[in-house]
């Protein structure tokens, strides 16, 4: 009967290749191989005899062809099929029979038959008490996507399985409920596991994006705060660059006016030409170091302010100048009455916003003509050198006037 099983199996190898279409990647060749190698395990530790073997191993093999015509009632395609390929290899109509009966017991529906039937049964869904379950559960959900059957989500078809597991499945034969069912066992409640910590997580989520919800609605005024803070940062960045500018300035026309007056006011007395130019250039850096000082010289208020003030909302409590005069009880009093008014607090930061606005308005006003004035100083500066070194070197010739 050896040669008869090598034949079977060379039959559906050439069969699925030919004729099953590569959308099955569950229900194919190799699957037939797992219920074959699944059969072995259970004849091996049981006490079957030779014709039972061999019915066991054929069925195996040939359980699965149907699919090659259609998907529903491929049990009943798969006998057909089988029928065939054994009468015309000369097996007798009662191992044939027992194929057959053995095909029939792989629909899920209905309990098996028999001892044959609840081994074959088993067999074909051996998977559920094997360590590569998942994967083969995988190949599975492809093959329904592949063909158009159903598109299960990860969720959908973790909750398929244990359903099935759980309600639909069972195994039958002793060797199947000692050896594959400890491990079906471990699938199922890894499934279940991996059930309630999706739940948990979705619950978090939920949790974290509710509370990210009410967080907003409580707090409305986040997209103001986050205004102000933003322009009030920028306000102080440009202020500080409009005083390193200013500090360049000084800098740069403070060490003008030393080397002006270290090299050249000791040649005026002798050098008239430079008088001009050198008063030029000593002016313009004078008015640039001053229009410097102007731009960033502090204005300080008079710091009180009165509990009417406060009262009538019209004191900045964020600025400096308003309270550096004033006790520390009272400036802390000023502060909790500001806390308690929301509208208080964001008039404050709206005034501080304002006369910052109106502070660098003014200090790069006056830079732009500071930096002007310097510029224009230094170019008449050089032109008026030029020309008195020019004007300098012409010789000046005196008319003789002869006397009779």
């Known amino acids: 009967m050896s040669d008869i099983i090598q034949e079977t199996d060379d039959f559906i190898l050439h069969l699925f290749k030919e004729k099953l279409p590569n959308t099955f990647v569950?229900?194919?060749?190799?699957?037939?191989?797992?219920?074959?190698?699944?059969?072995?395990?259970?004849?091996?530790?049981?006490?079957?005899?030779?014709?039972?073997?061999?019915?066991?191993?054929?069925?195996?093999?040939?359980?699965?062809?149907?699919?090659?015509?259609?998907?529903?009632?491929?049990?009943?395609?798969?006998?057909?099929?089988?029928?065939?390929?054994?009468?015309?290899?000369?097996?007798?109509?009662?191992?044939?029979?027992?194929?057959?009966?053995?095909?029939?017991?792989?629909?899920?529906?209905?309990?098996?038959?028999?001892?044959?039937?609840?081994?074959?049964?088993?067999?074909?869904?051996?998977?559920?008490?094997?360590?590569?379950?998942?994967?083969?559960?995988?190949?599975?959900?492809?093959?329904?996507?592949?063909?158009?059957?159903?598109?299960?989500?990860p969720a959908e078809w973790r909750d398929e399985n244990i359903e099935v597991l759980v309600k639909k499945h069972q195994f039958y034969s002793d060797y199947a409920m000692k050896n594959w069912q400890p491990q079906k066992e471990q699938n199922l409640s890894k499934l279940i596991k991996d059930k309630k910590k999706t739940k948990e997580k979705l619950k978090k989520e939920e949790l974290k994006a509710e509370l990210k919800a009410k967080y907003k609605d409580a707090s409305p005024e986040r997209g103001i705060q986050s205004f102000f803070r933003v322009a009030l940062k920028n306000h102080i960045k440009l202020s500080d660059i409009a005083d390193t500018k200013a500090n360049i300035l000084l800098s740069v026309n403070a060490i003008i006016i030393s080397l002006v007056l270290s090299n050249l006011l000791s040649k005026l007395d002798s050098n008239d030409f430079l008088v001009i130019p050198t008063a030029i250039f000593v002016i313009s850096s004078a008015t640039t170091m001053i229009l410097s000082v102007i731009a960033t010289r502090p204005n300080v208020t008079r710091g009180e302010f009165t509990k009417e003030d406060v009262a009538n909302k019209s004191v900045n409590l964020t600025f400096f100048g308003n309270f550096h005069k004033m006790e520390l009880s009272e400036f802390e009093w000023a502060v909790e009455e500001l806390l308690k008014d929301r509208d208080y607090i964001y008039s404050s930061l709206t005034k501080d916003l304002y006369f910052l606005g109106k502070v660098l308005d003014r200090k790069y006003r006056i830079l732009r003509y500071t930096y002007t004035i310097f510029v224009i100083g230094t170019i008449i500066s050089i032109v008026a050198f030029g020309l008195s070194f020019y004007i300098s070197e012409i010789p000046i010739e005196i008319p003789q006037v002869e006397i009779n």
């Open 26 to 153: 569950y229900h194919n060749y190799t699957h037939s191989k797992r219920v074959y190698k699944s059969i072995m395990e259970i004849i091996e530790d049981s006490q079957i005899n030779v014709k039972d073997k061999t019915i066991l191993k054929l069925a195996g093999l040939l359980h699965d062809t149907g699919y090659i015509n259609k998907r529903e009632g491929h049990e009943e395609e798969s006998v057909l099929i089988a029928t065939d390929f054994l009468k015309s290899k000369n097996v007798d109509q009662d191992i044939i029979d027992g194929v057959n009966k053995c095909i029939m017991a792989t629909k899920f529906k209905g309990e098996p038959n028999g001892k044959l039937e609840e081994i074959m049964r088993d067999a074909d869904s051996s998977h559920f008490g094997k360590e590569y379950f998942q994967e083969a559960s995988n190949f599975l959900r492809q093959e329904y996507k592949s063909q158009g059957i159903r598109d299960y989500s």
